[in-house]
């Protein structure tokens, strides 16, 4: 099986990035390949620009990459910080630039882009990590849960990935480390039901 997983926090030592490593290691030890992206590591451009925005579009080579790999995932990680009840602009920007039509999704013939589009990706999972400093109970109640309708509805269900699967860990400026502790043994369990060994 192969799994693309994709980070977006520009720190290093952030519970993000340990949510990534162990997804990563995980994921190997169930033998899948695994193709990991630390965005602002590898310094990801997130403006899409007017010449990329046609279907056929000539891409440069690092977003023919990504593409390429969203396309033969067989599962999707993703793990951000929520930021203002989104992702960090150079995740939304990987999005614009790699969640691109006949890449993810399709229109019908005849339907200009006015239509329901239907999904390309192959990937049946899609795994969504992600931290906040507001409670769940709020993040719903107060916003709405934009994340929730952001991946599971705007983005996954459109391009296909029906089994999409949420957590958000929190409030993360409060937390101790005992609770970091046992957030990764659930993120870890959540990894390992989603993408078991292979067999």
């Not at 993000?16 to 590591?41: C, E, G, P, Q, T």
């Not at 046609?54 to 033969?72: F, R, Y």
Request: proline share 7%.
């Amino acid at each position: 099986m192969k799994v693309s997983v994709i980070l977006a926090h520009p720190d290093a030592t952030s519970f993000n990035h340990a949510i990534a490593s162990m997804a990563v290691d995980a994921l190997r030890r169930n033998r899948h390949i695994v193709a990991f992206h630390d965005l602002y590591k590898e310094n990801f451009d997130p403006l899409l620009q007017s010449p990329e925005i046609s279907v056929g579009a000539q891409l440069p080579a690092d977003i023919k990459l990504h593409c390429d790999e969203l396309t033969e995932a067989d599962g999707i990680v993703i793990i951000h910080p929520n930021w203002w009840g989104q992702p960090p602009a150079i995740l939304k920007g990987w999005i614009d630039r790699v969640i691109r039509p006949k890449v993810a999704y399709e229109f019908q013939e005849g339907d200009a882009g006015e239509g329901v589009p239907r999904g390309l990706l192959k990937a049946k999972t899609a795994v969504v990590f992600h931290t906040s400093n507001t409670s769940p109970e709020r993040e719903k109640n107060e916003f709405g849960d934009p994340l929730e309708a952001l991946w599971k509805k705007c983005i996954f269900s459109l391009c296909g990935v029906q089994n999409v699967h949420r957590r958000m860990f929190g409030i993360m400026v409060t937390s101790t480390q005992r609770q970091r502790e046992e957030w990764i043994e659930e993120a870890s369990a959540m990894i390992n039901a989603c993408f078991p060994p292979k067999r």
